[in-house]
């Protein structure tokens, strides 16, 4: 089997893997973010950068090439991660010690992983708002990071294309296609993959809350860089059973 | 040896981070062996005199609190900010979307069910700023603790690193935002 090296070791892949995938099934990990192992990488969040050959570059969307040279857990690698975590903190409202997401948070977990002590920047405080019309499902615009699993999960997997994210730069901003924008006037259900892929605090179950408690929750177990496995590239998951098949897989 | 002298303060905090500081237990009785407190809370000396380490928990929020913050800077070789609130803001920073005139009104003039007894305009009363601010947006701060509050074993760890003349490393279950 091909193989190429990430920091020194020997990482085999298969035709068509990503550095990420490849680094990923081998159980090494690679700081990500915006990466979901059901969806095509996407490239946006940069937490994946590494130096292959010498040059920066995300290695969720860097297919693998046999006998190239990966460097990722650098002094260097990980201060441009601080700095996108630290922007990424500064630009929301993303307030840990209220949010039910805490301890099962990506962006928190890597900030934890990488010894992220402050934000560092002037926080933006934007105003944005919450939308809780949805009976089932509701959407805090303040932790949104942008990171699109969940406009990716909805038009590829749910085949309903809820969300989308519109404007340019500082006003870019996430959006819910419907006529009054509002997430109650779309035909989201609970079931939906994109209800369940957003890594961050934005889109949450209704009812769900802290009924694991803070300290039994995901990042609390083990910190995320020793749970590479679990994002191991899989094949895709409907979100519902499909009606064409008699067993409903 | 010379022991260290630390000062602490609440600003706009809630001393949930003092709080924490005593949930390091017995070991109080080490960190006295190596420390002592100038102002603090647990000391109530009123003014912060020349310091080796300055623990501020709780952001600026008003006309007060930069003026005790500025007294901490001047004297304190180190300066940490000590808790989420004052690495973020934290919650009181949770109005920096709202007007501040508009919120002082509906709390004190128009909500329904509160006294109306006007807006508090005493001249003993600090002004509020119109935002929250973490405290590395008004002085230079040295070292960051996160948390709400930081866990007693991470303040332990936190002080006993800095103590030591390490760089605070506190690792998995130490470092938390919540």
């Known amino acids: 089997m091909n193989s190429f090296t990430l920091d020194g070791a020997a990482i085999p892949f298969a035709p068509g893997q990503t550095v990420l995938q490849a680094a990923l099934a081998a159980g090494r990990y690679i700081p990500h973010l915006c990466y979901h192992p059901e969806f095509k990488p996407h490239g946006s969040c940069k937490l994946c950068t590494v130096k292959a050959d010498g040059h920066s570059i995300a290695a969720c969307t860097l297919p693998a090439r046999a006998g190239l040279t990966v460097e990722s857990h650098t002094e260097e690698m990980d201060a441009l991660r601080r700095t996108l975590v630290q922007m990424l903190f500064a630009e929301g409202n993303h307030f840990c010690p209220s949010c039910e997401k805490s301890g099962n948070c990506l962006l928190q977990a890597l900030g934890y992983d990488l010894g992220v002590m402050t934000a560092g920047f002037r926080h933006l405080f934007p105003d944005r708002q919450v939308d809780a019309s949805h009976p089932d499902i509701w959407i805090d615009f303040n932790r949104c990071i942008l990171c699109e699993p969940c406009v990716r999960a909805s038009c590829e997997i749910d085949a309903k294309c809820v969300f989308a994210l ?6 870019k901003h996430l959006v819910v296609n419907s006529e009054s924008g509002r997430l109650a006037d779309t035909n989201i259900a609970l079931t939906d993959k994109a209800v369940t892929v957003c890594p961050v605090g934005a889109i949450l179950a209704k009812r769900v809350g802290f009924a694991v408690p803070i300290g039994k929750r995901r990042f609390d177990a083990s910190p995320i860089s020793a749970q590479a496995l679990a994002d191991a590239p899989r094949p895709l998951m409907p979100a519902q059973p499909c009606a064409s098949c008699e067993d409903g897989k | 040896m010379t022991k260290l002298r630390v000062a602490t303060t609440s600003l706009a905090g809630c001393f949930g981070c003092h709080a924490s500081l005593l949930d390091i237990d017995e ?5 006295l062996q190596q420390v002592e407190f100038d102002r603090s809370p647990l000391t109530d000396i009123k003014h912060c005199g020349p310091c080796d380490i300055g623990l501020i928990e709780g952001g600026i929020c008003n006309a007060e609190n930069v003026e005790v913050l500025r007294e901490f800077r001047r004297n304190c070789k180190l300066l940490v900010a000590f808790g989420a609130c004052a690495v973020t803001g934290g919650l009181p920073a949770q109005r920096n979307h709202l007007d501040l005139d508009a919120c002082l009104t509906e709390v004190y003039l128009t909500e329904p069910g509160l006294a109306h007894g006007g807006i508090p305009n005493d001249p003993e009363l600090p002004l509020p700023l119109d935002k929250v601010h973490p405290l590395h947006e008004v002085v230079k701060v040295d070292y960051f603790l996160p948390g709400c509050p930081p ?10 690193d800095l103590i ?9 279950g130490l470092i938390r935002y919540d």
């Open chain 2, 164 to 172: 030591a003349g390490r760089t605070p490393r506190l690792g998995h």
């Open chain 2, 27 to 31: 070991r109080l009785f080490d960190l």
């Open chain 1, 166 to 171: 519109s404007g340019r730069g500082i006003d």
């Open chain 2, 151 to 160: 866990s007693g074993d991470a303040i332990w760890q936190f002080l006993t």
